[in-house]
């Protein structure tokens, strides 16, 4: 067995370093897109069956909102360029940028080589909700998806409507493609609504019955044109399990929204990342 060295408290006593400061970023013009969501009219909406999946589009400068419209649901969230699926939503550099939860302010950057921003989130009605003292939060970019391979590694079942599943089927229907090749754009995901945390004693990834309530929603700007999956977790509000059909679970909504003309003057899509790719060679 190891011995605890002499000077052990000294090294855990050490400040920690935020390894990405974000206060170089661009950030977003929040009054410019409030003022602009506010005359915006309504041009489409997906209702997403409970344990079950669907897929929407939202044109570069529109606004989409998930909402929470019967009982308590997390949502599990896909975002893809909608003209090239290899750009996609990265969560492990958004959550190195913004930390392991999402809110106001806070936006959701895309794969390499792109990195940029995406989405913008403009209204969060949960962000009251701040860290709980289990240290929980909602809207994580932490969990990965519930999918039928680990539940099968763990119990040996065969169950389809994990949120892997669920997002393979959407995007599926949504481009033509078969399942095989959708499911390799299928990504980690934004869980909307969900409340996880780690665990302090062993550093375990948990989750907790989700405060969302009918009423509540994220609203998102999109900065580039996005396809979207939705995917209504078989876990309910997640309170107890996921990966099957013993949670109560309910239907999301997800309403796109276009502001009008001149709304969004001096507003450009991001471009892509400006670094040169020459990995110096």
Not at 169 to 176: C, E, F, I, K, M
Not at 217 to 242: N, Q
Not at 254 to 265: K, N, Q, S
Request: glycine share 8%; hydrophobic share 35%.
């Amino acid at each position: 067995m190891p011995q605890t060295p002499p000077d052990a408290e000294a090294r855990r006593a050490i400040a920690p370093v935020i390894c990405y400061p974000t206060t170089t970023l661009p950030q977003p013009d929040l009054a410019l897109y409030r003022a602009a969501r506010d005359g915006a009219v309504k041009t489409s909406e997906t209702l997403v069956p409970a344990r079950d999946a669907g897929s929407f589009h939202v044109p570069a400068g529109q606004f989409f909102r998930i909402s929470c419209v019967d009982g308590p649901q997390v949502g599990d969230l896909n975002l893809w360029n909608a003209s090239d699926l290899s750009e996609r939503f990265y969560s492990g550099k958004t959550r190195a940028l913004h930390g392991t939860h999402l809110t106001t302010g806070d936006r959701m950057w895309s794969s390499f080589p792109h990195l940029r921003p995406v989405a913008t989130v403009i209204s969060d009605t949960l962000d009251w909700y701040g860290i709980d003292p289990f240290g929980g939060s909602v809207h994580d970019v932490i969990g990965t998806r519930c999918d039928p391979y680990t539940h099968n590694l763990l119990s040996g079942g065969q169950y389809h409507h994990c949120c892997h599943s669920n997002l393979t089927r959407a995007l599926s229907d949504v481009t033509g493609l078969s399942l095989t090749q959708a499911e390799h754009h299928v990504h980690d995901v934004l869980n909307v609504f969900m409340c996880t945390g780690f665990t302090r004693d062993t550093g375990q990834y948990f989750m907790k019955a989700s405060p969302v309530r009918p009423g509540d929603h994220l609203e998102f700007f999109a900065e580039i044109d996005l396809l979207g999956a939705l995917s209504a977790c078989p876990g309910g509000d997640c309170s107890s399990e996921h990966s099957s059909d013993a949670a109560a679970c309910h239907p999301l909504l997800v309403e796109v929204f276009a502001p009008v003309a001149g709304a969004l003057a001096g507003w450009a899509s991001p471009p892509p990342n400006r670094y040169d790719r020459s990995h110096g060679r």
